[in-house]
């Protein structure tokens, strides 16, 4: 019931770094894959990263080799470092998870300056 909360956003420079965090309720926190998706003003939700029960991962093109996704099971929480940051990250960024069902958090705001 408690749901995924985001936190860690704010206001960086260009080539600035961030790190995203999603505490969950223990039972959430069991679905997976779990990742971060993100909504720039405007736009439609797109996919960030991903991390499977096993650990794999996977990005979008337009972060790879930028951020990071990881997670701590002892602390149930998932995290996104994102460094070397462009303008064009700027969005809400947005912890999920899913059983077959999607579980969202209510997003966090990264605004990247030029």
């Known amino acids: 019931q408690v749901p995924l909360v985001e936190s860690g956003g704010g206001l960086v420079q260009a080539g600035g770094s961030l790190r995203l965090s999603c505490a969950a309720s223990?039972?959430?926190?069991?679905?997976?894959?779990k990742g971060w998706y993100r909504q720039a003003p405007g736009g439609q939700r797109e996919l960030v990263a991903t991390?499977?029960?096993?650990?794999?991962?996977n990005y979008a093109d337009s972060v790879k080799g930028r951020f990071t996704i990881s997670r701590d099971n002892t602390r149930n929480t998932v995290y996104l470092q994102m460094n070397s940051l462009i303008p064009e990250d700027t969005a809400v960024y947005y912890c999920?998870?899913?059983?077959?069902?999607?579980?969202w958090g209510q997003g966090t705001q990264v605004t990247v300056s030029s």
């Open positions: 999920w998870a899913s059983s077959g069902s999607d579980y």
């Open positions: 223990r039972s959430i926190f069991r679905f997976n894959p």
């Open positions: 991390i499977t029960s096993g650990g794999s991962t």
